[in-house]
């Protein structure tokens, strides 16, 4: 039993060229079609640099983190949706924002249907972010300086009953001193507060619309459609050269066969050659398939002992 031959992958791509071409064609008019029904979106981006404060314990990475996440708060949210006279849904819904926190970047993103539109929700987001930034690190820090005001009143308070000659004295002095101290510098560090994110590029105004171009979309038309008649040439061949001599035959031709005319070597009570028998059954085959007379019927083979062409 002889084993079946794998398929030629150039013999199968050179035969179906024809269907590689309409495919890719079909597929680089739908998906070109398909990019230009979407409405268009443009994205303009900004970005921040986060201060962080590497004196106390809270990890630098985790406070960009915090002032991501401030980004879509309602903080901010609700108020550039006041300002835009639009919906907080709709701001959350055209806003992005990430963080590198390598880098102490925040990038905030913003969408609509225009370039204007986009540029003024992603610079409106921006400033409103670094104000309510701002805000809340400055009352976070003046509540440091009213809970040092408390400490330093209630040491002064101190001092005032002990008397000169208590030992207890120099101690409640020097903690006195080092209180208001510490009040000296938060109220300094409270008169000149800025805001812990800076803007580092204000927001573009897109030139183009985000997503696939018209020749991008083409190109990838075009691929998908040469990966579609890929697969389906393959599959055609594969199915022919699976369907034995006459599958073979199609797969190597390319063109549809209906029967195969056999090599006759016995004729029992005839004297005729064998090569002679196929060829009127090949003359037979032709006068069936064209009744009208209308039609060029080709039939090749090879037959007798000579195994010369057969046609019909």
Not at 256 to 283: C, F, K, N, Q
């Amino acid at each position: 039993m002889q084993e079946s031959e794998g398929l030629d992958p150039l013999g199968v791509i050179a035969r179906a060229w024809r269907l590689l071409a309409v495919c890719a064609f079909i597929g680089a008019i739908v998906v070109v079609g398909g990019v230009s029904q979407l409405a268009k979106s443009y994205t303009s981006s900004a970005r921040l640099k986060i201060i962080v404060d590497t004196t106390g314990n809270e990890d630098p990475a985790r406070q960009v983190s915090t002032q991501l996440g401030l980004v879509t708060s309602d903080d901010v949210v609700n108020q550039v949706a006041t300002l835009l006279h639009t919906s907080a849904f709709e701001v959350r819904r055209h806003v992005t924002a990430t963080a590198d926190t390598t880098a102490d970047l925040i990038t905030i993103s913003a969408k609509a249907s225009s370039s204007a539109a986009a540029q003024q929700l992603a610079q409106t987001v921006t400033t409103t972010f670094v104000d309510v930034s701002r805000s809340q690190g400055l009352a976070a820090k003046q509540a440091q300086l009213n809970a040092q005001n408390q400490v330093v009143a209630s040491l002064k308070q101190q001092l005032t009953t002990l008397s000169t000659g208590s030992a207890t004295l120099p101690g409640a002095q020097q903690a006195y001193a080092d209180a208001v101290q510490q009040q000296q510098t938060l109220s300094g560090e409270v008169s000149t507060f800025t805001s812990p994110a800076s803007v580092v590029t204000n927001a573009d105004t897109p030139s183009a619309p985000s997503g696939l171009g018209t020749k991008k979309a083409g190109v990838l038309g075009l691929m998908l459609g040469l990966i579609a008649g890929g697969v389906i040439a393959f599959v055609r061949a594969g199915r022919a050269a699976s369907g034995g001599p006459m599958g073979k035959l199609v797969a190597a031709t390319g063109v549809p066969v209906i029967a195969s005319l056999p090599t006759l070597t016995d004729l029992s009570g005839s004297d005729r050659r064998p090569s002679e028998a196929a060829l009127d059954g090949g003359r037979a085959a032709a006068a069936a398939l064209s009744p009208a007379g209308n039609r060029t019927v080709l039939i090749t083979g090879t037959g007798g002992p000579d195994q010369r062409p057969l046609v019909a």
